[in-house]
């Protein structure tokens, strides 16, 4: 099948490992596209895609927009700060102000969980998922499987540890439902009051000391600390986190076998990863950035292209 | 179902070795030629024609494979997008001598779109079409064959098939089938 089972990506949760699968294929494709020395193709160029960010966002905004200018959509950028959402308009009126203008597919992010599945059920066009609140960072999942795959093969059978605030993460909830579905162990690392309740039922093992979790892995998925998020202190300080849950080259060099060391970014180097790490030959970081383009070009170009 | 023979295994054979002599009529040693074939079945002939190729001028000319999904004109308007194939190609086609190389040539809409696909490889001196078979009377665009192993009569409602023995068919063959209706 070449059809995703969806007209929207809100999340990795309603995917099936048939979507993810042929998501990460057409990515692989358009990977050879960016590299080519003209990286542009015309699949979309009868499509106007409205980037909508009610929350901050560089990499991901740059991305999406990269991706959809790489594929030759009409690309319109919307951020709440300078818009009359500060007027009191609501999300549906403003999303459809945008659509009456002929758009036909809307990128979101949006502080609140649930938003695009709220969008999705008020609006005709096609919404893609970029990041809402502390629920779901679909694209953001798929570009770490697609980068553990490119390094590792097949992910199946293969062990990632999430490390970090996994509370606040909408990165490590899609991370999790996504390399599940696609067959990885997962185990989940931190301070006990950044873990959610209840974690293991989605599968997962719980670690407490990131030292045994990285032993475990072949794969350490770095999280932020998301102070931005955390109204309460979960920890006592920055130093502490760092003495006990950041990863420094010497921590990795006690280990005895070599783990790829990923991260969504931006990073708080020093915090939850030293530089040494960060920009040692072990890390993916600016491999996910450049997949991350592929990924979501193969996400647009699948989600504009089924008529259903 | 109605079907017919068009090419048989020995035919295709010598059509195959046909190529090759009129490629050397035409690009001597291959100096400045590359061959790209269309995926996904293009390449197929692309893959039996290379050796033959190699064994009779002794010059391993270079080739790679070519794939124009993301440029088709037939995206958003089929139920659902086409899956794409591995496009293949180490080498720049700016100001080269680029022969594409398909297995039937019908509409020439895959055609078209092969050549947006492949200018973002450069801009090549000369692109030339080479088809095991041309389908006549059949082409929406103003696309015609500088080689065809055959040239045949079909009508719309009829499928041209290549089979190739490598590809789990019994041998290399062309036939011509009728579409089922439905």
Redesign the interface.
């Known amino acids: 099948m070449s059809q995703l089972s969806t007209r929207h990506l809100l999340g990795i949760k309603n995917l099936t490992p048939e979507d993810i699968h042929l998501i990460l294929e057409t990515a692989a494709n358009f990977k050879e596209v960016i590299n080519r020395p003209i990286k542009k193709v015309p699949s979309l160029r009868d499509i106007t895609i409205a980037n909508v960010f009610f929350e901050n966002s560089t990499r991901t905004r740059l991305s999406f927009e990269l991706a959809e200018k790489r594929l030759s959509a009409d690309v319109i950028n919307f951020s709440s700060s300078n818009s009359s959402v500060k007027k009191g308009e609501s999300l549906v009126d403003t999303v459809n102000n945008i659509l009456s203008m002929k758009v036909d597919m809307v990128v979101m992010r949006h502080s609140s969980p649930g938003a695009p599945h709220f969008l999705s059920r008020n609006v005709k066009a096609n919404i893609v998922n970029a990041g809402d609140g502390t629920h779901e960072h679909p694209t953001q999942a798929l570009l770490d499987s697609f980068s553990i795959q490119e390094k590792l093969g097949d992910l199946a059978g293969k062990k990632v540890a999430i490390i970090g605030d996994i509370l606040h993460s909408r990165v490590a909830l899609s991370n999790i439902f996504c390399l599940k579905k696609l067959g990885a162990e997962v185990m989940v690392c931190g301070p006990i009051t950044l873990l959610p309740k209840h974690i293991e039922s989605l599968g997962v093992k719980v670690e407490l000391d990131v030292k045994k979790a990285l032993q475990w892995c072949d794969v350490a998925n770095v999280l932020r600390i998301q102070l931005e998020r955390q109204q309460i202190k979960y920890f006592p300080s920055l130093r502490e986190y760092s003495l006990y849950y950041g990863i420094n080259k010497k921590l990795l060099e006690q280990l005895d076998k070599e783990i790829v060391i990923m991260h969504p970014g931006p990073i708080n180097r020093g915090v939850e990863l030293a530089s040494d790490v960060a920009d040692s030959e072990h890390s993916i970081i600016l491999e996910q950035v450049q997949n991350g383009v592929a990924v979501r070009m193969a996400v647009l170009y699948l989600l504009a292209g089924s008529r259903n | 179902m109605q079907k017919r023979l068009v090419l048989d295994q020995q035919q295709i054979g010598i059509i195959l070795r046909r190529f090759c002599h009129q490629l050397i009529e035409n690009h001597d040693n291959f100096e400045n030629t590359v061959l790209l074939g269309l995926q996904p079945r293009g390449s197929i002939l692309m893959d039996h024609l290379a050796p033959i190729l190699e064994e009779i001028s002794g010059v391993k000319v270079p080739f790679g494979y070519l794939?124009a999904?993301?440029?088709r004109d037939d995206?958003?308007r089929?139920?659902?997008?086409?899956?794409?194939?591995?496009?293949k190609i180490n080498f720049?086609v700016e100001s080269k001598k680029v022969i594409l190389v398909d297995d039937v040539l019908y509409k020439g809409r895959s055609v078209r779109a092969a050549m947006?696909?492949m200018?973002?490889?450069?801009r090549p001196q000369k692109v030339e079409l080479m088809v095991l078979v041309d389908r006549k009377l059949t082409r929406d665009y103003p696309i015609m064959p500088d080689y065809y192993g055959i040239r045949v009569n079909t009508l719309d409602s009829q499928y041209v098939v290549v089979e190739w023995a490598n590809q789990g068919q019994a041998e290399n063959a062309v036939w011509i089938t009728e579409k089922v209706k439905s």
């Open positions: 794939d999904t993301f440029h995206f958003r089929r139920d659902f997008p086409l899956k794409a194939n591995e496009t720049l947006d696909a200018i973002a490889f450069g």
